[in-house]
């Protein structure tokens, strides 16, 4: 049956032949897009035979929609991901100038996506600037919607700058500001709310999926009342809504407290030996350091926008590089997902058959998963990883490599598509 997904209380509805929306992109968007639906379509085919298919519909973003309807971002390419729930889309251009916002930001402010979510994983044979790259095995959930990012900021000499400048100084007594008269203002709300529907989705999937632990990480030693409470409003949302699941280093610490360090060390190892989910916290800082030093420490990550963003690129170098860095912006209650190469439009390589369309293939390996269909998915991981074992590699990949094989976009999908 053909129609949207559609969500029941906590459950996707997932007809046989859902309709699912997708924005090519800009620049190499349309090569990449072309050789991952062509990879989907075949995975699809592969599993379920006649018996499923996606039905794509292509909606308007960027500077195709720019250029056919004179609008970056038409309210119906919105409406329809709206109502259809669950999308892809390829890189976008952020349009420069005044006023203008990054698409990608509009996208997940008009749907509420608040999880940013990026698993981290090393695929055998992907060239990587370390050692043991395939010690990393991450799932980063980072907020989406607030923090720093939350877009309130004003320039140095503006009247708005200036107004709150002067709010600081006069009203609140703020006397830490070191060049008051030249400075540009930022502002970080970091809510309550914002933080536990994020931090209870990263312990959720820890809990379902039986991993080991969901770290923490935050800057709360400097930004108390920010990231500080986020660190403590994550742990007291474990404790109260996963006190069976979870241990927590709060608890450890209260034990060891009270009761010394043996019987702290004693209380982590009972959790770890019931398989409970440990719930830990880093500075941010260290962990950028213990992601290189020892990343077999860490699993499930939740963290606010900004580290967000530097963790998820600095993981990516790690296992091999933007090229294949899958990525989806989700809201969990909603049901509503985008699913997005992570990388950017390279618009220098556009039209040229070149780039790796990694990225966008494992996103759509996500999308599988979030629908349901993991064995789709499961043949994408496997022909993908098949493909660069064998030396069959896009540029970006061919020069890092000895003996490898050099192929064009479409060559590498054919390649995945005979390895599924
Ligand atoms: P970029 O497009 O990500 O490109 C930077 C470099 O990354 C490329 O020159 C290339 O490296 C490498 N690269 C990117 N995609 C690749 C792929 N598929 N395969 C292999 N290598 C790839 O970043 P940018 O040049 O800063 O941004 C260009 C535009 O993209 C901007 O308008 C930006 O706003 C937008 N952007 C969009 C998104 C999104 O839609 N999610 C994200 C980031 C940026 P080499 O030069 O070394 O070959």
Not at 109 to 136: A, I, M, N, W
Not at 178 to 192: A, C, L, N, Q, Y
Not at 293 to 311: F, H, Q
């Amino acid at each position: 049956m053909t129609g949207e997904i559609r969500k029941e209380k906590n459950n996707l509805i997932v007809p046989d032949f859902p309709v699912i929306p997708f924005i090519e992109g800009d620049g190499t968007g349309p090569d990449i897009w072309k050789a991952s639906v062509r990879v989907f379509n075949a995975a699809v085919e592969k599993v379920y035979g006649s018996e499923k298919r996606i039905v794509w519909k292509e909606v308007l973003a960027g500077e195709k929609a720019f250029r056919e309807t004179g609008n970056w971002l038409p309210e119906e390419t919105l409406s329809t991901f709206r109502h259809y729930l669950v999308g892809i889309k390829g890189p976008l251009t952020t349009p420069v100038g005044e006023g203008m916002r990054s698409l990608n930001v509009a996208l997940r402010q008009e749907l509420d996506l608040y999880t940013c979510y990026r698993p981290v994983r090393y695929f055998d044979g992907v060239p990587s600037p370390v050692r043991h790259p395939e010690k990393v095995n991450m799932y980063i959930f980072r907020e989406n919607t607030e923090d720093i990012y939350a877009g309130i900021e004003y320039l140095n000499g503006t009247p708005e700058a200036e107004k709150i400048r002067k709010f600081l100084s006069d009203e609140m007594g703020v006397r830490k500001i070191r060049f008051p008269e030249s400075s540009s203002i930022g502002i970080k709300p970091v809510s309550v709310e914002g933080t536990e529907r994020l931090v209870r989705q990263a312990i959720k999937f820890a809990v379902d999926r039986n991993l080991p632990s969901v770290t923490l990480v935050h800057k709360g030693n400097i930004m108390k009342f920010t990231e500080g409470a986020f660190m403590k409003w994550g742990y007291a949302l474990a404790e109260r809504e996963f006190s069976n699941e979870v241990f927590t280093w709060n608890r450890y610490r209260e034990i060891a407290d009270r009761e010394g360090a043996a019987p702290a060390d004693a209380a982590l190892a009972e959790a770890v030996s019931n398989r409970k989910v440990i719930i830990k916290d880093v500075i941010a800082d260290a962990f950028l350091q213990q992601i290189l030093t020892r990343p077999e420490d860490y699993s499930v990550i939740a963290t606010l926008n900004l580290n967000g963003d530097y963790i998820s690129d600095a993981l990516a170098a790690i296992v091999g590089g933007i090229g294949i860095a899958p990525g989806a912006n989700i809201n969990f209650e909603s049901g509503h997902a985008i699913f997005e190469a992570t990388h950017g439009t390279a618009p220098k390589y556009a039209d040229q058959d070149k780039v790796n369309p990694g990225s966008v293939i494992l996103s759509g390996a996500l999308m599988f998963e979030f629908i349901g269909w993991k064995d789709v998915a499961d043949r994408i991981y496997a022909g993908l990883e098949k493909t660069i074992r064998s030396g069959l590699v896009t540029y970006d990949f061919h020069r890092l490599m000895n003996n490898a094989n050099l192929l064009k976009t479409s060559e590498f999908a054919s390649a995945i598509i005979n390895n599924l």
